[in-house]
């Protein structure tokens, strides 16, 4: 084969290769193998050497002007290819905006953060002012500031999850008591509202982890008349026009001490307890009990939804059980 015919050879190969090429990755091989520093046609060049010397200008031209066919033959494939990938690209990246979208589920608030903000804004309303206080407490703040003599039998009602020596989860929110006054000298209208945990056996109306609202107001004057009338206050917007009814009861922090309950059904339904506040502890939160007097209540929020709702197991509403939650 004279070098000529050797270049016709290389160049329809190389034509074949290119159009068989069906991606630009194989177009870049077929160049590199063909038109690249050590491809096909270079190689050819190599043979000018072999040549009489009339006839290397005019191989050496052959060469060079089959390379610049090949190449336009290329660049212009490639083109081709490329833009029918890209759409291709495209096409496969599409987005059907005519697809139906996702729905996500609206939440409710739970029946026990309702009935706490309704209690919350019943008070707010009266003047009473909302903080909240530690839930891992001080045995302190918990039992000791609300004179509780150390052998009192009410330790045994409220046993409670100790976390240390002296630290436990509060087992009523009657512990800010103290807080308050340490930080607030009278007149004094303050609240809280949040969790208590006891160590009991857990039943239909009795759980470890439950929710009260404590109220202490502090003033000159005050008598159980006015508890009676803030009680009755926050019942007749919590529940309408109810009866409720206050019997004699005994906490340590409160003299006189009474239950307060409303009248619910066929029965009575007992939010909690309250009282006046002891002279104990105004005098030993250095408040003069001669001219001050307090009242204080703890009410029981749980109990509160499941009268309204006829709930009739306080577990329901721990368990996240969204069929029960969803109906509210
Ligand atoms: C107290 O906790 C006193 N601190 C209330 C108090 C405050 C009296 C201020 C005087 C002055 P008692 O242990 O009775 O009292 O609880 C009050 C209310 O909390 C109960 O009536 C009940 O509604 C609720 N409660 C108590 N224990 C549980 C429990 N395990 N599960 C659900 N609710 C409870």
């Not at 436990?168 to 809280?192: D, G, N, S, W, Y």
């Not at 003069?288 to 709930?311: N, V």
Request: aromatic residues 10%; proline residues 5%; hydrophobic residues 40%.
């Amino acid at each position: 084969m004279t070098p000529l015919e050797q270049l016709s050879q290389v160049v329809a190969e190389a034509k074949d290769a290119l159009a068989s090429a069906a991606t630009v990755a194989e177009l870049d091989t077929v160049e590199t193998h063909y038109l690249g520093r050590k491809g096909q046609l270079t190689g050819l060049l190599r043979l000018v050497g072999s040549l009489p010397p009339e006839e290397k200008p005019q191989f050496g031209a052959a060469v060079n002007t089959r390379k610049d066919d090949l190449t336009a033959l290329l660049t212009e494939k490639k083109a081709e290819l490329a833009v029918g990938e890209r759409s291709a690209r495209l096409a496969a990246d599409a987005v059907d905006v005519t697809l139906p979208g996702r729905v996500y589920p609206l939440g409710t608030q739970h029946p026990i953060t309702r009935q706490m903000q309704a209690v919350k804004d019943v008070l707010i309303g009266m003047g009473y002012q909302f903080n909240e206080w530690p839930d891992i407490e001080d045995y302190h703040y918990n039992f000791e500031t609300l004179n509780y003599p150390p052998d009192h039998p009410a330790f045994d009602e409220q046993m409670s999850f100790y976390v240390d020596k002296t630290h436990l989860l509060r087992t009523q929110t009657t512990a800010f008591q103290a807080h308050v006054m340490e930080r607030q000298k009278p007149p004094i209208r303050a609240a809280t509202i949040g969790k208590c945990y006891r160590y009991e056996a857990v039943d239909a109306t009795h759980s470890h982890t439950f929710h009260q609202v404590d109220l202490l107001a502090v003033d000159e004057g005050l008598t159980l008349a006015d508890l009676k009338g803030t009680f009755a206050h926050l019942v007749r917007l919590l529940f309408g026009d109810v009866e409720i009814r206050f019997r004699p009861d005994f906490f340590p922090f409160v003299e006189p001490g009474v239950e307060v309950a409303v009248k619910w059904g066929d029965g009575w339904l007992e939010l909690g307890g309250a009282g006046m506040v002891h002279p104990n502890i105004l005098n030993a939160m250095g408040i003069d009990s001669e001219r001050y007097t307090g009242f204080a209540w703890g009410l029981g929020i749980d109990r509160m939804p499941m009268a309204k709702y006829g709930i009739d197991d306080i577990r329901l509403f721990t368990e996240n059980d969204l069929r029960f939650l969803r109906q509210f």
